[in-house]
């Protein structure tokens, strides 16, 4: 829009107001709750892919063969995660990125952006220019697939020389990690666990069923940031005892977002990356 490209958002009808900083970063766009009110669009982008969505993008593909649409979701429209949903901090675990910033003995930690956001958005952009040129060439119902995960592993720069890095000593930093837990030690490496809110505290610690994490001091987030020291070794007295594997299926089963810490060597054989043939 700052370069004078005329970009409408689509919002549902019910949707809440937005806060201030995402009106400054949506500047200058106009805000629009019926999809009749586009009209003569060039791109759309989504990131969504729900049935509403499905059927909006279809509708409008319909009325105009043209029309390019990219579709920006965490872990693509294909594949065994296409449906999963992920925070920043997890795509960059499973993207070998966290891996890339061990802090001695602490655990590693991911970058303090919304990196996949950021990346996914520049794969986004190319992908709708390339999608305007296959459009100017005759193709016709252009979709584009962007995935957010894929996105953050793109910035991996020769994956293969990591195992020789890390054994000759060349990263280290200093900077702890806030979230407790957060990035733990497994069985096989390291795995990132989500549990700040009270449920997904809650819900931990039945996994975990360790007496000494019902500690009430350790109910409130920034308590357990405090008493980082104390907590950490009761966390990793439970998770030091299985693989990541093992623990992606305790969380699936206890609703804990729960990922392995992939590197960046590693991150090729990551089934969803694997199977959309993303290398």
Not at 32 to 56: F, K, P
Not at 233 to 246: K, M
């Amino acid at each position: 829009a700052d370069l004078g490209a005329r970009v409408s958002r689509l919002l549902h009808e019910d949707s809440p107001p937005d806060g201030v900083g995402f009106e400054y970063l949506h500047a200058e766009k106009a805000t629009v709750r019926s999809v009749d009110t586009l009209g003569g669009i060039d791109i759309l982008v989504t990131d969504d892919r729900d049935e509403a969505t499905a059927q909006l993008v279809a509708s409008m593909h319909q009325a105009n063969p043209q029309l390019v649409v990219v579709s920006v979701t965490d872990y693509g429209l294909t594949g065994p995660l296409a449906t999963t949903r992920a925070s920043d901090l997890t795509l960059q675990a499973e993207a070998g990125i966290v891996a890339l910033h061990p802090t001695g003995p602490r655990p590693p930690v991911g970058m303090g952006i919304a990196l996949a956001e950021h990346v996914s958005g520049r794969w986004a952009a190319a992908a709708a220019v390339m999608g305007l040129l296959a459009v100017d060439a005759g193709a016709l119902n252009v979709e584009a697939d962007v995935s957010r995960f894929e996105s953050v592993a793109s910035l991996l720069q020769f994956p293969w020389l990591f195992p020789q890095l890390v054994a000759q000593g060349h990263f280290t930093y200093t900077v702890p990690q806030m979230a407790v837990p957060g990035i733990e030690p497994c069985k096989d490496g390291w795995m990132c666990v989500v549990a700040v809110s009270p449920q997904q505290w809650a819900q931990f610690k039945s996994l975990a069923a360790d007496p000494d994490l019902e500690d009430p001091r350790f109910d409130a987030f920034a308590e357990r940031v405090r008493l980082a020291e104390e907590l950490r070794p009761l966390i990793h007295r439970f998770t030091e005892r299985y693989t990541a594997a093992e623990l992606v299926e305790f969380g699936v089963a206890q609703r804990i977002p729960i990922v392995p810490v992939t590197t960046p060597s590693t991150v090729s054989d990551f089934t969803p990356y694997a199977e959309r043939k993303s290398v």
